[in-house]
């Protein structure tokens, strides 16, 4: 069974950098796009971004200047950094499998339980 | 950018009735449209993608329809473990991927 769990930080000042790892068991990170989602209450669910195995990337133009997906195939994981934080980016932080080896599918069907990220001096 | 709008923001229902939810699309997105299912403190579950098709082990209550611009989600006979906040998604046209505000759904 596909689990995905995401880890980091839950506290973040402004301007610095956010970065949280998302781990995968029960599965291969291998050929699939593996993405970050956030929510908050003003905003509802947010597309972040996505990378594939191969390290391909897309980010979310509203947050490209600021985003970077990285991926370790190694370990299994792969990670997200969001310089420049504000209060904005306050937000529970989800990783999200594509189900659909080498295919972008564009829907996501295995998530993360979610990381609550709260940005604050 | 496309811009999906849910409605209505709350829909109540009494046990085994339909819930009927809708999703509107600023533009065309064909049949790429997803609907998730939240519950509190967890994360959104897939129900439906390519708009129609039931994703595993999803009980065959929940049907979702249309295409272009209009979409609808059905939970023919609720029941109270279908209480929770329903999303839909496009995945058509692409950056961003757009979720819609969400339906609350609650038990009369």
């Known amino acids: 069974q596909v689990q995905l769990q995401e880890s980091g930080p839950g506290l973040v000042k402004p301007s610095d950098t956010l970065s949280l790892t998302c781990t995968l068991s029960g599965g291969s990170i291998s050929g699939y796009y593996w993405s970050w989602i956030r929510q908050s209450p003003g905003k509802g669910l947010e597309w972040i971004g996505f990378i594939h195995y191969s390290g391909n990337t897309f980010y979310n133009p509203s947050l490209k200047s600021r985003v970077s997906i990285s991926i370790d195939a190694s370990k299994n994981h792969f990670s997200l950094n969001l310089a420049s934080v504000t209060a904005a980016d306050t937000a529970v932080y989800f990783c999200a499998r594509s189900p659909d080896s080498d295919v972008w599918s564009g829907y996501y069907d295995y998530w993360g339980q979610g990381t609550l990220v709260t940005v604050s001096s | ?108």
Request: glycine share 8%.
């Open chain 2, 1 to 108: 950018e496309i811009v999906m709008t849910q409605s209505p923001a709350t829909l109540s229902v009494s046990p085994g009735e339909r819930a009927t939810l809708s999703c509107r699309a600023s533009h065309y997105v064909s049949s790429n449209l997803a609907w998730y299912q939240q519950k509190p403190g967890q994360s959104p579950r897939l129900l439906i993608y390519r708009a129609s098709t039931r994703a595993a082990g999803i009980p065959a209550r929940f049907s979702g329809s249309g295409s272009g611009t209009e979409f609808t989600l059905t939970i023919s006979s609720l029941q109270s473990a279908d209480s929770a906040v329903y999303y839909c998604q496009q995945y058509n046209e692409w950056p961003p991927l757009t979720f819609g505000g969400g339906t609350k759904v609650e038990i009369k």
